[in-house]
């Protein structure tokens, strides 16, 4: 294995200039920069990224703390990071808190033990360890997908987070299965605690509110983002007397928890229910009926993360801030809609006035009017 020295004898220069050309650390004439970069090709010299840490108080390398990363959406916002990362030189490491509180301070420590340059970081619903450790030790950190409130010293955010817009997507699902003439929408809601879970249920009042339809609190239940507990409630809201003839799943996990309830029941989607779902992922259009969701721009975000904590690093100081990024609207056949190609949908865009059958109608699909 080719050493620092044999680069330098190769390239006719000193070993301090070899370490000056592969750590940046001084300025090298381009000749001589090209000559040592030469050498290092043809001798095949793999520079030493512990050494190199030590010269330059650098690691180039990044911590990401994320829960459920077999999840299809978090498994895209980690390519996302891996791919920006990557592009700028940084490697990743990568923790799964498991969206336990106490786990999440112990891998984030891990993480900042290996003198990661910064982190990304999923947070729990219970992030106060987390919260703590970062502040105490001035960890440069990003909030990836779920906001926490972390008011700094001019009432501003004290850490940088960047997440999708969760409220008015989800009012989008809910006034559009209005326009179908739905009265009893449910929703299967997230974990208490995340920030994406109240978003969704105000997106979901808000839609009730904007097609003219009662709250009824019997028909808001949590699933606990996973498919077990959306399993468990979908099955609640079937047992209620006068059960919902439309459903909205706030991510894709509770979208299979809530389909595997409604398949145990022997109902048919959406023959016999409606369905709109929060996240869109690869199989979505595979189902049949073919999923109508709220698709997130996931590599995005992770990208926007990398971004965001690069420019953390290079300025320490500026104000902290919060980026949020649209979703879209995919509109395929599970809500009852006629079939047809995939119609993704700007989020602005928004339905006329729903009809109102009577209560416990069975709503006709209407054919004039729906959003396209």
Same mark, same amino acid.
């Given at each position: 294995?080719?050493?620092?020295? @044999?680069?330098?004898?190769?390239?006719?220069?000193?070993?301090?200039?070899?370490?000056?050309?592969?750590?940046?650390?001084?300025?090298?004439?381009?000749?001589?920069?090209?000559?040592?970069?030469?050498?290092?090709?043809?001798?095949?010299?793999?520079p030493n990224t512990l050494?190199?840490?030590?010269?330059?108080?650098?690691?180039?390398?990044?911590?990401?703390?994320?829960?459920?990363?077999?999840?299809?959406?978090?498994?895209?916002?980690?390519?996302?990071?891996?791919?920006?990362?990557?592009?700028? $030189?940084?490697?990743?490491?990568?923790?799964?808190? %498991?969206?336990?509180?106490? %786990?999440?301070?112990?891998?984030?420590?891990?993480?900042?033990?290996?003198?990661?340059?910064?982190?990304?970081?999923?947070?729990?619903?219970?992030?106060?360890?987390?919260? @703590?450790?970062? $502040?105490? %030790?001035?960890?440069?950190?990003?909030?990836?997908?779920?906001?926490v409130e972390t008011p700094g010293d001019g009432g501003g955010p004290r850490f940088d987070q960047v997440c999708a817009e969760s409220a008015e997507p989800t009012a989008r699902l809910v006034t559009h299965l209005a326009g179908l003439g739905h009265r009893r929408i449910a929703l299967v809601a997230g974990l208490w605690g995340l920030s994406t879970t109240s978003e969704r249920i105000t997106g979901y009042r808000h839609g009730l509110a904007a097609s003219g339809l009662p709250y009824d609190e019997r028909l808001l239940v949590h699933g606990d983002s996973e498919q077990a507990g959306a399993e468990r409630a979908t099955a609640g809201l079937l047992s209620l007397g006068s059960?919902?003839?439309?459903?909205?799943?706030?991510?894709?996990?509770?979208?299979? $928890?809530?389909?595997?309830?409604?398949?145990? %029941? $022997?109902?048919?989607?959406?023959?016999?229910?409606?369905?709109?779902?929060?996240?869109?992922?690869?199989?979505? @259009?595979?189902?049949?009926?073919?999923?109508?969701a709220i698709a997130q721009p996931s590599r995005e975000i992770g990208a926007r993360a990398v971004h965001v904590l690069l420019q953390r690093l290079a300025e320490p100081e500026r104000p902290a801030r919060t980026e949020r990024l649209p979703c879209a609207f995919v509109h395929r056949t599970s809500c009852g809609c006629p079939d047809g190609p995939e119609r993704p949908e700007h989020p602005e865009e928004k339905p006329g006035r729903p009809g109102r059958p009577g209560h416990g109608e069975r709503p006709e699909r209407v054919e004039k009017g729906n959003p396209s």
């Open positions: 294995m080719a050493t620092m020295a @044999d680069v330098a004898r190769r390239a006719g220069v000193s070993v301090a200039t070899v370490s000056h050309v592969l750590n940046d650390t001084r300025p090298v004439l381009p000749h001589t920069r090209q000559a040592v970069l030469d050498a290092v090709e043809e001798l095949g010299y793999t050494a190199r840490s030590l010269v330059t108080s650098r690691t180039r390398s990044i911590g990401l703390a994320v829960s459920a990363i077999s999840n299809p959406y978090f498994t895209e916002i980690l390519q996302g990071v891996e791919a920006a990362a990557l592009e700028h $030189g940084y490697s990743l490491l990568i923790a799964d808190p %498991h969206d336990d509180p106490e %786990h999440e301070r112990k891998v984030v420590q891990l993480l900042h033990e290996r003198r990661v340059e910064g982190m990304i970081v999923a947070p729990s619903a219970q992030p106060r360890a987390l919260l @703590d450790y970062l $502040g105490r %030790h001035r960890v440069p950190a990003v909030f990836l997908d779920r906001l059960r919902p003839t439309a459903l909205v799943t706030a991510n894709n996990t509770m979208t299979i $928890g809530a389909l595997r309830a409604l398949r145990a %029941h $022997g109902l048919s989607v959406p023959g016999d229910i409606a369905l709109c779902c929060f996240d869109d992922f690869a199989w979505a @259009d595979l189902f049949s009926p073919r999923l109508t």
